[in-house]
Nanobody
Framework: QVQLVESGGGSVQAEGSLTLSCAVS????????MAWYRQPPGNERHVVAQ???????YYADFVKGRFTISRDNNKNALILRMDNPKPGDTASYYC??????????????????WGQGTQVTVSS
């Protein structure tokens, strides 16, 4: 059973930087298709960035050029570096994983594993 635990959330000023981590247990992070999602209060969960087993990455338009998704294979973790965050990036951020590392899930419901989330608050 894969378990995901996010950390690194907190408060950050706009135009600063923040790095989120998602510790993976029960499998290798490199064997999973992984993603970061976020959910602002009262809103739906939306994908932020994805990474497949080939380390090909995909980004939502609203974070392109500012956020970077990567894997730390030594720590068996998924990373999200947030540069130049904006107040609109304030949300709970969730780590998600799909067991087929080369298959991009078509919807949020197709991710089998989820972390508990970590709150990010960006102040202007």
């Amino acid at each position: 059973q894969v378990q995901l635990v996010e950390s690194g959330g907190g408060s950050v000023q706009a135009e600063g930087s923040l790095t989120l981590s998602c510790a993976v247990s029960g499998d290798r992070a490199s064997s999973l298709y992984m993603a970061w999602y976020r959910q602002p209060p009262g809103n739906e969960r939306h994908v932020v960035a994805q990474i497949n087993g080939y380390d090909t990455t995909y980004y939502a338009d609203f974070v392109k050029g500012r956020f970077t998704i990567s894997r730390d294979n030594n720590k068996n973790a998924l990373i999200l570096r947030m540069d130049n965050p904006k107040p609109g990036d304030t949300a709970s951020y969730y780590c998600a994983a799909h067991p087929l590392w080369d298959t991009q899930p078509a919807a949020v419901s197709e991710y089998k594993y989820w972390g508990q989330g970590t709150q990010v608050t960006v102040s202007s």
